[in-house]
């Protein structure tokens, strides 16, 4: 490349909830530049901590500037994911009014009870709109709170954007929406319609929610001609470079924090039992629905291998290397049989904890032992996730990635409790912002997109 020859790249902000991310992908789709943020939260009117809107924005937007005068990179596109579950309040000119309210923040109960009862019930309104009650964390609740605020009828809101789409407005001036965003557990989706739920108007939310557009569409930027994304949820963009690679029906679980099960082919209706046992479903950037179910095994983990570490007086990388045995194949099956519920019985508290923090661990001759147990039990309560999703629409593959993808343990008492199944642990770089990329890739990119998005690395039961 000469002196004068710029690099063509699409700049995509992956805006996470703990790590804010900028990247350039070239035309194969690799990462060449990289720089992250992370920010201390600030307290909104009521004390609760949450999203330092102005911090985020300002580094948003001057991390952008320094990009377009770096004489090594020519920008053609710009685009962004986001978390979902949060909605910013803004103004005409789209000036945030109000917080940028933390999803975690507690819904008030009596204006839960006056919705619900209004609207024929909690489980009516988690059947119609695909999602459990999850108080702010349905984020149209958390728009019908503050819209319907008195104290917020003077603040001149005129527009509720969720997150992804207002990072995109910031550099368009533009207010529009898309079905990644509006489909993610919100409360405000009919799925049974697929249109707005009829509360939406009935509550004079609709003058507030912007026009819908498809999840490839671009804008330009409001100074010059370069072509913008409208955003996109990050969970439904991570999925976007599978979708592409992989036709065959398969279905995604992304390990970390959360363990997400996402199954792109099982479009059937949520039925109550779901509904019991966390079950969700999200729309994907084409608009079809994708299922979820999630468990918080990632958390259990952490929590419980510091439990082991500070007992056995090993380091914090002891577990890396405890190998698997195939007489755990033993222990998981009569965990099966004897501890798991059957999915009829909607166990949610069975999902809730894996019954390892009962375990006395003076009954373990060592941590290698123990550990192996933790993994046992953390792997029923996956292969019961699992289940809610695959009995009635199963699958030839499942794809694992994240951190337990890479754990040998996990891998393979999976491939043993799926003896029909061929499971893969799956690898793509930083799967949320490749799929903004992807999404808007003809508007940027004349090149072909790659069969190798996805690495793969299978697993087969050892018995």
Known sequence: MSAVEKLPVIAIFDIGKTNKKLFLWNKSYQIVWEKSQNFSEIPDEDGFMGEDLAAVQSWVLSSFDELRRDKRFEILALNF??????????????????????????????????????????????RATASPILGSLNSGMMAYWMAKAPKNQEKGIRWILHWPNYLSSIFTHQFYTELTSVGCHTHLWDFDHQRYH???SQEGLMEFLPATVKANQTFTIAQGDLPVGVGLHDSSSALIPYLMQFKEPFLLLSTGTWCISMHPFNAQPLTPVELKNDVLSFLQFNGKPVKAARLFAGNEHEIQL???????????????????????????????????????????????????????????????????????????????????????????????????SKNEIYMYLLAFAFPNVAIYGAEVAQASSLGAALAIHSSWNDQEIPSNLVSLKRYEACV
Do not use: C
């Open 198 to 200: 009829d509360w939406v």
């Open 306 to 404: 510091k439990r082991l570490q500070a007992h056995f007086g090993v380091d914090k990388k002891a577990h890396i290397n405890v190998p698997y045995a195939s007489q755990l194949n033993e222990k998981l099956t009569y965990q099966i049989q004897h501890r798991m519920p059957s999915i009829q019985e909607a166990s949610a508290v069975f999902l809730a904890n894996s019954g390892f923090d009962q375990r006395n661990l003076a009954d373990f001759a060592n941590f290698e032992e123990a550990y192996q147990q933790l993994m046992v039990d953390l792997v029923v309560q996956q292969i019961y996730s699992l289940r809610l999703l695959l009995d009635t629409s199963p699958v030839d593959r499942i794809l694992v990635d994240g951190g337990f």
């Open 81 to 126: 994911s986001g978390y979902g579950a949060s909605v910013v309040f803004v103004d005409e000119q789209g000036k945030p009014v109000l917080p940028l309210y933390n999803y975690l923040k507690p819904f008030p109960t009596d204006l839960a009870s006056q919705f619900y009862q209004k609207y024929g019930g909690e489980s009516e309104v988690a």
